[in-house]
Every structure is written in structure tokens, then in C-alpha cells.
């Protein structure tokens, strides 16, 4: 599956932004998706999964209650809204995609094959 982000952009803390990821391919239904971040001189982080049907979400601490993911399975496109932006969420959001939603974790992004091209997210304090 190819995977095409968009929607990073520039914003202050307090504001809010909505990520898409685009997917080709006829398995998008079958298919976990998910958001990861990198921020400059760190870890790459897992932000947020949701699975294929859309009825499970998982996200990381550090975005609970402020992050929601969704997907639209007619649009092969899942979407990551990010509300109350603190400057600590700036980084690099990439899209993945896989069969196995317990991959999405900080450790199990390794095994995560498909990788969208990444979507740069910039919140000044």
C-alpha cells in the first residue's frame, strides 16, 4: 500500500490541525492505520492507530484526550484531528499502515512496512 500525508502547517499553541493520510490499494479495510511523530534529535513516537473497521482506537499518552483518529474506508483516507497544539507536538507525522495493530507502539514500528512520506507539524508557544 502507498501512503500520501498532508495537512501539516504552521500553528500556535492552543490551535488545532487535521492530519490526512491517503492509501492506495484494495486492502485498505483490512488494514490497520496509524500516525508516528519524530521531532528533531528524538525517538520516532507513536501517536494514534485506528483499526480497519474504524471501532478501535489506541493512542499515545502523550495525546490522550487532545488527538482523535478516524477513517473513511470509502475515501481510503484516515485523518488524525489534533486539538489544544502544544510546541511539544512539533515534529515530523508520519502515516503507516499494517495488518497487525499491535504493531503501532513505539517498539513495533520497526516491523511496520508501509510508511507514508511524512507531513511536517510546527506549533510555536
Known amino acids: 500500500v502507498q501512503l500520501q500525508a498532508s495537512g501539516g502547517g504552521l500553528a500556535q499553541a492552543g490551535d488545532s490541525l487535521r492530519l490526512s493520510c491517503s492509501a492506495s490499494?484494495?486492502?485498505?479495510?483490512?488494514?490497520?492505520l496509524g500516525w508516528f511523530r519524530q521531532a528533531p534529535g528524538k525517538e520516532r513516537e507513536f501517536v494514534a492507530v485506528i483499526s480497519g473497521s474504524g471501532s478501535t482506537t489506541f493512542y499515545g499518552d502523550s495525546v490522550k484526550g487532545r488527538f482523535t483518529a478516524s477513517r473513511d474506508n470509502a475515501k481510503n483516507t484516515i485523518y488524525l484531528q489534533m486539538n489544544s497544539l502544544k510546541p511539544e507536538d512539533t515534529a515530523v507525522y508520519y502515516c503507516a499502515a499494517n495488518q497487525h495493530i499491535a504493531y503501532f507502539s513505539d517498539y513495533g514500528a520497526k516491523l511496520i512496512g508501509s510508511w507514508g512520506q511524512g507531513t511536517q507539524v510546527t506549533v510555536s508557544s
Open positions: 490499494g484494495d486492502t485498505f479495510n483490512e488494514l490497520a
